[in-house]
């Protein structure tokens, strides 16, 4: 790694000027921690970057390229100003470049200015609220040993959790999951570029480097936790733990107050959501711009600690069914008491972030206005456990965990005044009468000040220049002001200090001791605040633990406030828990349903022991892909505790969701999407069990027909014979023979009906968006291709084609059905059917009509 010195790309031989020698020697210290900072070093009213740094700064920013230069030395310059500093910091961040903060911390002289790193940002680490969304903000590290360590620490709450996997592909599924913002590689990984191409492939953040040693994550746990948890009992868990602390400590210059334990979490405790299942659902990103998620739908909370928990659920939807049950017992309750839901939600839609406020006031960081807020939140917890008061189950502990803290909010309402000043230091924080000595000061300086008011009219009287007045300034402080027709008036005790074009400005020695008394006291009362309140916060850090409880508590309630307010509005119904059937009635894509104004053709859905492979034909834009989906969903969002969108609902605790649905390629990974495809389906049937759900449609797309077709039965036959419950959507109608050997599957399809015209042609496609039994007769593709809006000539002939090809695949497939017919097994009834069938197949006589709906 070159020296700063290096790369600050001068000219000239001489000696650095003594500034530029104090920048490097802060950026070798910071470059020694964080080799690709940038260092932002405070100028007066600038923060200037040199060199290659100013370089990059110019490059990402958007600013201009100067010179520093001197007698002997020149080299690249640029910077922001000092009140456009968050705003550049949050861009570079954005970019992935960790921030040093170089301040002044005196006063310029005739010398060299003292400067310190009073800041380290990076990605994963700020925490400043303007820099902050309302999400999680995680810094992960990775180790390997027995499997894979993931650490993952939110700095903003203190929440710290850790997991092992036995794969990779599963530590990926939670790392897209929690999308960390930055993530520490072990050197394991790091230093081998084939799995560190891999990992930026799938995660383009910023990968930082750190301290994975034993030693350091055994120090590293010490100095956080105090011990060596024995739920970390593999080297590599113990390692992500303490490359994360460390980081994080550098970053936060020591300070991990608000890092109070480590929870460890086993992935299989929990639905598994593989990332190709949350991004297929869409759970949280849309797949178009425009599009809406499921968290949309149900983001209804209040608070900002709300949302992140909101979104842990989804990440990690139950197995137990007891803690379902009571998730669903709160929501009920809720549902059925609106006074109480509304009130609780009028309540928390007055909090702050209690978890980042509180992870604040931990580590000594918080601004008045944040203690402030803190009290104001506080102050809602009485009338919490009031609303609460009576409530058993999830609620009742809820209201057990929110303990009202009365002496916290008695403390800071007696201390701060209402509106706290933005910064620390501004004055006018501490209110009067909290502490004698403070009092006193004021008072003091009051009295000089009314000296001063007192002075302009005893000055007026006794000079007899009317418009005589007392001012102030930051280069004069106060003067005595007279107009040029009175200068003739101005007694011999006065002193000029300033000439105007129409008046003068005077001093005397009285004047000049009260500004210095008054800047004295004013000065001794500024810094007694700073004290009074830095004792104030720290004394509230010993409730950090208490406060920490307080919002997870008022988080959970949110979450179940909002999912209560969502089963009203949207006449959603409490799911029950199965041993293993799900039956649901007139279910409803919650997505689709909003986005189609209510006007949502529901459907039914039934799968069981003897009924648990559902084959799905029909056209697209059917809505085969929004059935699937509208199952799934209703699972999952039984397993977090919420009700479904359905008139009724039975389902069982699946313990995967596996989706395969739509299509997609991977070209910075040079894979095709038929190879994305076969990767995500390999992965389901590795992973399937029979407690899983599994929606798949349209597999064996990209390759030809007969290889497609082949790869899907193959993989549909896996999935039956393992007895999980699938729902396959297939434009295959080879594959609904399945359903006469294979008992259990069960074929479907998505009506549609053809309008016929008085020449015997067609004239549209009408789509009925109804799930009823059966499969379908045909794909309806040409006509499909019409509404799409393809040229007349081009699908009239593709019809003419369409024809030919049926004929010809009619006869191979007489033939394929004939040699895999078991006449001893056939009944004369089924093989007068199947003759009927064959005949009007090759003949082309009457199309069969659409089943009614």
């Not at 530029?20 to 200037?48: C, K, S, T, W």
């Not at 039934?606 to 892909?625: D, F, I, Q, V, W």
């Not at 992965?683 to 390759?703: C, K, M």
Request: glycine share 8%.
């Amino acid at each position: 790694m070159p020296s700063a010195q290096s790369v600050l790309k001068g000219t000239g031989a001489g000696a650095l000027p003594p500034m530029l020698e104090q920048y490097v020697a802060m950026r070798d210290e910071v470059a020694a921690h964080l080799p690709h900072a940038i260092l932002l070093f405070q100028v007066g009213d600038f923060y200037e970057t040199f060199g290659e740094d100013a370089e990059r700064a110019a490059r990402l920013l958007g600013i201009a390229l100067t010179h520093k230069s001197s007698r002997d030395f020149s080299t690249p310059m640029a910077g922001v100003p000092v009140r456009a500093l968050d705003h550049n910091v949050e861009k570079l961040l954005a970019a992935g470049v960790c921030v040093a903060v170089a301040d002044q911390i005196e006063e310029p002289g005739s010398g060299l200015v003292e400067r310190k790193v009073t800041q380290l940002l990076t990605p994963g680490t700020v925490t400043e609220e303007r820099m902050l969304s309302a999400d999680e903000n995680y810094l992960a590290a990775v180790a390997t040993g027995e499997g894979y360590a993931l650490a993952l620490l939110d700095v903003s709450t203190g929440e710290f959790r850790t997991a092992a996997f036995h794969t990779r592909l599963a530590l990926y599924d939670e790392l897209s999951r929690c999308r960390a913002r930055e993530v520490l590689l072990a050197p394991e990984l790091s230093q081998n570029p084939a799995l560190l191409a891999d990992f930026q492939t799938r995660f383009p953040v910023m990968l930082s480097p750190a301290n994975f040693s034993e030693e350091a994550a055994h120090a590293e746990l010490l100095f956080a936790l105090g011990e060596v948890p024995g739920t970390l009992d593999s080297a590599a868990l113990r390692r992500a733990c303490g490359a994360v602390l460390g980081y994080a400590r550098l970053t936060q210059q020591g300070r991990l107050d608000m890092v109070r334990r480590v929870v460890r979490f086993e992935p299989g405790a929990h639905m598994r959501l593989p990332d190709a299942a949350v991004r297929a659902l869409e759970l949280f990103h849309a797949q178009s711009p425009q599009g809406v998620t499921l968290m949309d739908i149900l983001v209804q909370t209040r608070t900002a600690g709300g949302r992140r928990r909101l979104r842990a659920w989804l990440r990690a939807p139950l197995l137990d069914e007891l803690s379902i049950r009571a998730r669903l017992d709160a929501v009920e309750a809720l549902t059925r008491a609106p006074d109480l839901r509304g009130g609780v939600r009028s309540l928390l839609y007055r909090a702050h972030d209690l978890e980042r406020l509180a992870a604040r006031v931990s580590t000594r960081r918080a601004a008045p206005r944040e203690v402030a807020s803190l009290a104001r939140t506080l102050d809602l917890l009485p009338e919490a456990l009031r609303l609460l008061a009576g409530q058993d189950g999830l609620l009742g502990g809820v209201r057990a965990r929110l303990g009202a803290l009365p002496d916290v909010v008695t403390r800071i309402r007696a201390a701060l005044v209402d509106e706290p000043p933005l910064r620390l230091g501004d004055g006018g924080l501490i209110r009067e009468g909290f502490h004698a000595e403070l009092d006193g000061l004021r008072a003091e300086a009051l009295g000089h000040r009314a000296w001063l008011a007192e002075l302009e009219l005893g000055e007026r009287e006794r000079t007899g220049i009317g418009s005589l007045k007392v001012g102030f300034n930051n280069v004069f402080g106060y003067y005595l002001e007279v107009t040029s027709a009175h200068l003739a008036k101005v007694p011999a005790d006065y002193r000029q200090i300033a000439t105007l074009k129409d008046r003068a400005r005077f001093t005397r020695p009285d004047l000049r001791e009260r500004e210095r008394e008054i800047a004295r006291l004013e000065a001794a009362a500024s810094r007694l605040e700073v004290e009074v309140f830095t004792e104030l916060r720290d004394s509230l850090a010993a409730h950090a633990e208490a406060l920490s409880e307080a919002a997870g508590a008022l988080s959970d309630l949110d979450v179940l406030a909002a999912l209560a307010e969502i089963a009203v509005d949207c006449g959603w119904t409490r799911p029950q828990t199965t041993g293993g059937d799900t039956r649901l009635r007139q279910a409803r894509h919650p997505v689709v349903e909003r986005a189609t104004g209510g006007k949502f053709v529901p459907n039914d859905a039934e799968l069981g022991r003897t009924r648990h492979t559902l084959l799905l034909t029909g056209p697209n834009m059917a809505g085969k892909s929004t059935y699937l989906r509208t199952v799934a969903l209703c699972a999952l969002l039984h397993q977090i505790g919420s009700f479904v969108p359905a008139d009724h609902a039975e389902l069982p605790v699946y313990d995967a969701v596996h989706t395969r649905i739509g299509a997609s390629d991977d070209l910075a990974g040079g894979r095709s999407t038929f190879m994305v495809e076969m990767s995500e389906l390999a992965a389901i049937l590795h992973g399937v069990t029979a407690r899983s759900l599994v929606i798949l449609d349209e597999v064996g797309r990209g390759t030809s027909t007969l290889d497609g077709l082949a790869i899907a039965q193959a993989a549909l036959e896996h999935l039956h014979a393992a007895g999980a419950h699938t729902l396959f959507a297939t434009h295959y109608f080879e594959l609904t023979r399945l359903e006469l050997d294979h008992p259990g599957l069960v074929n479907l399809h998505v009506a549609a009906e053809e309008t016929e015209l008085s020449d015997g042609g067609t004239g549209g496609l009408t789509f009925y968006h109804q799930v009823i039994p059966g499969a379908a007769r045909q794909s309806y593709g040409v006509e499909v291709a019409k509404l799409a809006g393809l040229p007349g000539p081009v699908t009239a002939r593709a019809g003419r084609l369409l024809t030919a090809l049926n004929a010809q695949g009619d006869e191979g497939k007489l033939r394929r059905d004939l040699a895999a017919l078991d006449l001893g097994r056939l009944t004369p009834m089924q093989a007068l059917e199947l003759l009927h069938g064959w005949q009007r197949a090759l003949l082309g006589e009457e199309r069969e009509a659409e089943p009614s709906r």
